[in-house]
């Protein structure tokens, strides 16, 4: 097994620099500024908390700092920008101060982006993929913010009620493909695009298998790969942890192995212990295999 050779000596470029990929695979912090997320309870909800939290996860290695201010998890119903602007401006503008990580802001409203944007967030991390606001492709490409399109069956209240696909793999390449084509026409630059299979978000548990086990067929169109499977529950369901935070071990295995099999960032809780182990990894996979 060889690292896909797309995965080497690129940049993704943004607005204050560019994030440089090779054998190295980047590590998004996640930090949630809300009551309810799945993965903490809203342990994060406070400014104070949240700020301090992010500073923690860059010291421990994140390249990148995911700030959300809505939760996505199953069953969530949706936030107002406003509100969703008062829980995530204050984290992104002492982040932006006091670190040096990347500030990604999570959110599919052009409102709460271009906010975020000028409040020092550099990426646009979208699981809509463009499709909850029709002025988001214009915004990202007129702020030449870097973008992460995510793919979604349904939405958040709806998306784990029966998801089916015919072919999984095929269709998340070809809507990745397609929303991808459609930030390109919008003008946003093709360095500034990262595709996300969307794990955990209207899939089953062989659904989310199926994706990983071939990440390489997203690698395929050309674009970075950001896998984020952190604390899911198909974790959960494969290792007996009921408990979000309780599945250290099965996200590090998961993330690792996605890795190896072709993705260049990898979007987590626990930036620590992940941290090591990718530097195993990428050192490992950085080398052609022997051939007699």
């Not at 930090?31 to 996860?57: M, R």
């Not at 870097?146 to 793999?169: A, C, F, I, K, S």
Request: net charge negative; glycine share 10%.
């Amino acid at each position: 097994m060889t690292r896909p050779v797309s995965k080497r000596n690129r940049a993704i470029t943004l607005p204050d620099g560019g994030l440089d990929l090779g054998p190295r695979t980047l590590i998004m912090g996640v930090i949630n500024v809300t009551p309810d997320s799945f993965s903490d309870g809203g342990q994060f909800y406070q400014d104070a908390q949240a700020v301090e939290h992010g500073l923690a996860l860059a010291e421990a290695g994140a390249d990148i700092l995911d700030v959300g201010g809505e939760t996505t998890r199953p069953g969530s119903r949706p936030t107002g920008a406003s509100e969703e602007m008062d829980r995530v401006l204050p984290v992104i503008e002492a982040l932006s101060r006091h670190c040096s990580a990347v500030i990604s802001v999570d959110t599919y409203k052009a409102e709460v982006a271009r906010a975020a944007l000028t409040a020092g967030a550099n990426i646009i991390n979208d699981v809509t993929a463009l499709g909850g606001d029709p002025a988001m492709a214009d915004l990202a490409a007129e702020s030449r913010a870097g973008l992460v399109l995510m793919h979604m069956q349904g939405e958040p209240r709806t998306m784990q009620n029966n998801p089916v696909y015919q072919d999984v793999v095929a269709e998340v390449r070809e809507f990745l493909a397609q929303r991808a084509g459609l930030a390109l026409e919008a003008g946003v630059a093709p360095e500034a695009i990262i595709l996300d299979p969307g794990i955990g978000f209207g899939k089953t548990l062989e659904h989310n298998l199926a994706l990983i086990r071939n990440l390489q067929a997203l690698t395929e169109l050309g674009y970075p790969v950001l896998l984020g499977a952190s604390r899911k529950k198909f974790i959960g369901t494969l290792t007996g942890r009921d408990i979000p935070g309780e599945r250290l071990w099965g996200s590090v295995g998961v993330h690792i192995l996605g890795a190896a099999l072709g993705a260049d960032i990898v979007r987590v809780h626990d930036v620590a212990p992940l941290k090591e182990a990718l530097a195993v990894c990428d050192a490992v996979m950085a080398q052609e295999p022997y051939h007699d």
